[in-house]
């Protein structure tokens, strides 16, 4: 059975760090782009880094400098490193992930870890 996971959320204090890991498991034959969103409580889901298959990143401005989207293709895992987070970033983190089963590409999300970061 297919399926993507993430773990590594957690509570943290404003200025501490986390890394979120995005793990994809079953019968694949690869990892196409992976976006991490976050949805904090009463606000819409947001994109917050994606990655590409050759390694591409990309970020939301609110993000830049202190998030860093990284894989490891050997793992099929995709890893969000978190600084200086501050209560802002506080938020439920979901990994949308595309994945290659026999040779057609597929969108997965995981579940979702929660990152509670106090003041």
């Known amino acids: 059975q297919v399926q993507v996971v993430e773990s590594g959320g957690g509570l943290v204090q404003a200025g501490g760090s986390l890394r979120l890991s995005c793990a994809a498991s079953?019968?694949?034959?690869?990892?196409?782009?992976v976006n991490w969103y976050r949805q904090a409580p009463g606000k819409q889901r947001e994109l917050v880094a994606g990655i590409t298959a050759g390694g591409n990143t990309n970020y939301v401005d609110s993000v830049k400098g202190r998030f860093t989207i990284s894989r490891d293709n050997a793992k099929n895992t995709v890893y969000l490193q978190m600084n200086s987070l501050n209560p802002e970033d506080t938020a439920v983190y979901y990994c949308?992930?595309?994945?290659?089963?026999?040779?057609?590409?597929?969108?997965?999300w995981g579940q979702g870890t929660q990152v509670t970061v106090s003041s």
């Open positions: 079953g019968s694949i034959d690869s990892i196409n782009a």
């Open positions: 949308n992930a595309f994945l290659v089963i026999f040779r057609r590409e597929y969108s997965y």
